[in-house]
């Protein structure tokens, strides 16, 4: 068993910039890296950060690659609620990564099997995911990868849970709207990349996160099986910490 890093941060904000540190670094050290992107709230504190921290001088994102995590099938990139536009509004629109370096993927995609294929033979061809933002939902799902009977290997199409959605709509007008279905990066997808943080903030994420990491590595909780990748970096806040 590989030992998983923890860091406790006093609140989302300082986690959030705990976090930026490591994307700092991994930039200033290789910077035509490739980072794995996530959205959702988990994640706002340390765009925020490295907006910031561009702006300052300190980093540069003209190399960065990007590509992230999943999308809602059957939104457009231009739907507010769809994740392209969520990374354009709260990272990309405000960095110097090139728009041709920015991946996520393609929610009207027609052919499924063709795009997940192009997603996977992507991140190959850019030698591989440098460092894998993630964030964790209430039922243990990574990605939209959610509670099964085994771990999915690659890119793939989800159905999305009840609980997903529940929890999703409060983006939406109602639960109604909230798309059934997902494209999301499979859990081997994320297992190869070079090396993980996971951002976890607020006293709701503090049983699933004990779960995750202090209970056994089982399908019906996926991002348990991170307590088998070799460099995983959970930044918490004390909310969040199960102890
Ligand atoms: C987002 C993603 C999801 C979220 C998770 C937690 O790209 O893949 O797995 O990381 O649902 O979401 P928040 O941070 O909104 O609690």
């Not at 001088?57 to 003209?62: H, L, Q, T, V």
């Not at 959610?146 to 989800?158: A, G, I, Q, S, Y």
């Not at 159905?159 to 939406?172: D, G, V």
Request: charged share 25%.
């Amino acid at each position: 068993m590989f030992h998983t890093r923890f860091i406790v941060a006093e609140n989302a904000q300082e986690a959030g910039a705990l976090a930026a540190d490591i994307f700092e670094n991994l930039i200033n050290v290789k910077p035509a890296c490739v980072l794995g992107l996530a959205t959702g709230s988990s994640p706002l504190p340390i765009y925020a950060e490295l907006i910031k921290r561009e702006k300052e001088g300190k980093i540069d994102f003209s190399r960065v690659r990007s590509v992230n995590l999943d999308e809602y099938k059957g939104l457009a990139p231009d739907h507010e609620q769809s994740y392209r536009y969520f990374m354009q509004e709260n990272l990309f629109n405000h960095i110097s990564i090139k728009p041709e370096n920015t991946t996520v993927p393609d929610g009207l995609a027609t052919d499924v099997d063709a795009m997940c294929k192009a997603y996977e033979e992507r991140i190959e061809e850019w030698g591989g995911i440098d460092l894998q933002l993630l964030g964790i939902g209430h039922d243990g799902h990574i990605a939209f990868n959610e509670p099964e009977d085994h771990f999915p290997k690659m890119t793939h199409e989800v159905k999305l849970t009840e609980m997903t959605i529940e929890a999703n709509k409060r983006f939406f007008n109602s639960a109604d709207e909230v798309p059934k279905s997902a494209f999301t990066m499979g859990i081997g997808t994320i297992m190869n990349a070079k090396k993980i943080v996971m951002i976890v903030t607020g006293a709701g994420k503090k049983e699933i996160l004990k779960k995750s990491f202090w209970g056994n590595v089982d399908p019906q909780v996926p991002a348990s099986i991170l307590q088998l990748h070799p460099d995983v970096t959970v930044v918490c806040d004390k909310d969040a910490y199960p102890f």
